[in-house]
């Protein structure tokens, strides 16, 4: 079993819809919590961190269910912008991560 | 320009050949990381530094070699490539800390043929 799980997808969306991605870890003992954006053959970049009481970036919300070992993000008005590859992110021990296997979001006009 | 550069971009190798791939960062980051990303396996941890001449292995050691004798600097050697170690990697580096942000390079598109 995998540390951290995501749904590949792809969800495709139109524009200005609502769509919600979620994540499962195994371990426990995971500190860290965050949501990593990745473009096409690009570098991934840090979207959000995730913390216990959730959090929001714009359209943008986090939240965590460490009871249930899930992770999950919402994004509100979608954008064409917004199609990318999302990456769930765990931090277990010292300063490394897990990455999920992405979930692929397509927003169409 | 502050940031984490890799090179090369691409690069195209035989099998058995040995093949280094460079990182330099200029923030001074003590922990630098390499990942190889693979479809259907997401991103892996190869290996990974605390610090300048501290090394240790990630989830997929076999087949590379890493070394750090600066603080900046995080090469990734493939003492003999061989087909599947195909793949895009990835240098990354962060701050010590719980809720620090990595930052990823750009990626080495490595093709061994």
Redesign the interface.
């Known amino acids: 079993r995998k540390e951290v799980e995501q749904d590949p997808g792809p969800f495709n969306v139109p524009e200005g819809a609502t769509v919600a991605f979620n994540c499962t870890y195994s371990n426990s003992a995971s ?2 919590f ?1 949501w990593y954006r990745q473009d096409c ?6 979207l959000m ?1 995730v913390y216990s009481s959730g959090n929001e970036d714009g359209r943008f919300t986090a939240q965590l269910n460490r009871a249930s070992q899930y992770i999950s993000l919402l994004i509100r008005d979608s954008k064409l912008s917004d199609s990318a590859t999302y ?1 769930c992110v765990v ?1 277990i021990a ?9 979930t692929r979001l397509m927003v169409k006009p | 320009d502050a940031g984490i550069t890799q090179s090369p971009r691409y690069k195209i190798t035989e099998t058995g050949r040995q093949v280094t791939l460079m990182c330099h960062q200029t923030w001074s980051h003590s922990y630098m990381f390499w990942y190889r990303q693979d479809l259907g396996h997401g991103l892996r941890l190869i290996y990974y530094s605390a610090a300048a001449d501290i090394t240790d292995k990630g989830e997929v050691p076999d087949g590379y070699v890493v070394s750090r004798s600066k603080t900046e600097n995080f090469p990734l050697t493939l003492e003999s490539a061989t087909r599947s170690q195909t793949s895009v990697y990835f240098c990354a580096s962060s701050e010590s800390g719980w809720d620090t942000e990595a930052f990823f390079g750009q990626g080495t598109r490595l093709t061994v043929v």
Not at chain 1, 41 to 46: F, G
């Open positions: 500190q860290s965050f053959r690009k570098e991934p970049k840090l961190s990456l931090k010292g300063n490394m991560l897990t990455f999920g296997g992405g």
